[in-house]
């Protein structure tokens, strides 16, 4: 099974869920927040995102390390 990442609408976290083909978030929920059906972020799996950031690397347990200072220089938020 692919590994998926997904980002809460509410509070911004990302998080990685090992899913079904084609999981669209929508039987999941924010392990941050608990907010359900996050969204997909596509082009992130495992490896550095197409534009050659690495912001897909971010985090893989909600955020990445500096998101909970709100003010994220890794992933944007
Ligand atoms: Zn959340």
Redesign the pocket.
């Known amino acids: 099974m692919p590994v998926y990442e997904f980002k809460?609408?509410?509070?911004?976290?990302r998080f990685e869920r090992l899913s079904q083909m084609g999981e669209t978030g929508k039987n999941l929920n924010?392990?941050?927040?608990?907010?359900p059906e996050?969204y997909r972020v596509m082009s992130s799996f495992r490896t550095v995102g197409k534009n050659g950031d690495s912001d897909s690397f971010a985090g893989s347990g909600?955020g990445c390390s500096g998101c909970s200072s709100g003010n994220c220089a890794t992933c944007g938020h």
């Open positions: 809460c609408a509410e509070c911004e976290s924010c392990p941050k927040c608990g907010k996050p909600g």
